[in-house]
């Protein structure tokens, strides 16, 4: 028997692992990569998405966000990132990245203001806390 028979796609076996081997290097580029293809650290800490302060780019650590589509977040909230687009920058290198999240009950749009070399997007999947500028500011102060 020929080697090519043997690794022949057609075999159930074969076809198994080249779609674990494309599955795995799916995964991998989403964990480590942001949606730019921009490395990102997945060792990250836990990032807080803080809704409302917008007069600067966000900062390690602290996102800063505008509120396009649902109802405002005053308490700290958990929530799931669902998507990242729009990630293009504008003439002063800032992104607007658009994102969808999931509060559990309901889900909320924001504007994500960064800059690409020194704050990765939000990555689908990651999980933040999600406040409101205010209710944050508050907890600065106290």
Known sequence: ???S?????TRPGTLLVALVLVLAAGWAH?????????FSDSTDSHRTVVIGLTERPSE???LHGTLI????????RE????????????ADGVSHCLN?????????????HHRMGEVPCLR???IVTVVGAETFEDRGSA
């Open 1 to 3: 028997m020929k080697w």
């Open 5 to 9: 028979q043997k690794l022949s796609l």
């Open 30 to 38: 989403r964990a480590f990569f942001s949606s730019d293809g921009v």
């Open 60 to 62: 390690p650590g602290e």
């Open 69 to 76: 589509k649902g109802e405002p977040v005053n308490e700290a």
């Open 79 to 90: 929530a799931e990132v669902l998507s990242d687009r729009d990630c293009a920058p504008d």
């Open 100 to 112: 969808e999240l999931d509060l559990g009950a309901r889900q909320i749009t924001v504007r994500h």
């Open 124 to 126: 689908p999947g990651e």
